[in-house]
T-cell receptor, first 114, second 110 residues
Framework: DSGVTQTPKHLITATGQRVTLRCSPR?????VYWYQQSLDQGLQFLIQ???????AKGNILERFSAQQFPDLHSELNLSSLELGDSALYFC?????????????FGPGTRLTVL | GENVEQHPSTLSVQEGDSAVIKCTYSDSASNYFPWYKQELGKRPQLIIDIRSNVGEKKDQRIAVTLNKTAKHFSLHITETQPEDSAVYFC?????????FGSGTKLNVKP
């Protein structure tokens, strides 16, 4: 157990809908990263937050947005869902006080868009 | 941004043999290189990492080597066991972003 939690574990929804994925980082970690992993694919970096502020942005679609709250948990919002958005969504956290900090992954949320 | 290439995409070895997975990257500013093991449907788990001021790091049967000049780093697993079967990802940190390789599916045959 990495100490990073994600809810829900599974999510099944229809095209055009909107969903929210939630991540709680390890105790003491200030930074949260979001990744998308499609079937048999690698990990695509979406976005990073540090202490409530957006720090870096990757290949995140305009239909997707995220935020980090004062208690440091983060939410990833996916809207106008398409079939191709079906994937495993992971968040990871690290302290990010040090430039080279290792990141630890949560168990993921499996999103299925029908 | 960073471009990470990982080879091979699949690797099949006999139990007890060694396995080597290689990654190349493009940005010389990258300075942290972790390796993750991911079992089917589970989270990636860090197995070893190396920083740019070090050329080699070893942890029991696992080692990582880094050649900064050539911009490549490799994962070495010795005395492979069936439980080593999984997908392995290399990653490169460039500033605040992590870039992952496409993964290597390792199959260790008993």
């Amino acid at each position: 157990d990495s100490g990073v939690t994600q809810t829900p574990k599974h999510l099944i929804t229809a095209t055009g809908q909107r969903v929210t994925l939630r991540c709680s980082p390890r105790s003491g970690d200030l930074s949260v990263y979001w990744y998308q992993q499609s079937l048999d694919q690698g990990l695509q970096f979406l976005i990073q937050y540090y202490n409530g502020e957006e720090r870096a942005k990757g290949n995140i679609l305009e239909r997707f947005s995220a935020q980090q709250f004062p208690d440091l948990h983060s939410e990833l919002n996916l809207s106008s869902l398409e079939l191709g958005d079906s994937a495993l969504y992971f968040c990871a956290s690290n302290i990010a006080g040090s430039y080279l900090d290792t990141q630890y992954f949560g168990p993921g949320t499996r999103l299925t868009v029908l | 941004g960073e471009n990470v290439e990982q080879h091979p995409s699949t690797l099949s070895v006999q139990e007890g043999d060694s396995a080597v997975i290689k990654c190349t990257y493009s940005d010389s500013a990258s300075n942290y290189f972790p390796w993750y093991k991911q079992e089917l449907g589970k989270r990636p788990q860090l197995i070893i990492d190396i920083r740019s001021n070090v050329g080699e790091k070893k942890d029991q049967r696992i080692a990582v080597t880094l050649n900064k000049t050539a911009k490549h780093f490799s994962l070495h697993i010795t005395e492979t066991q069936p439980e080593d079967s999984a997908v392995y990802f290399c990653a490169v940190r460039e500033f605040n972003k992590f870039y992952f390789g496409s993964g290597t599916k390792l199959n260790v045959k008993p």
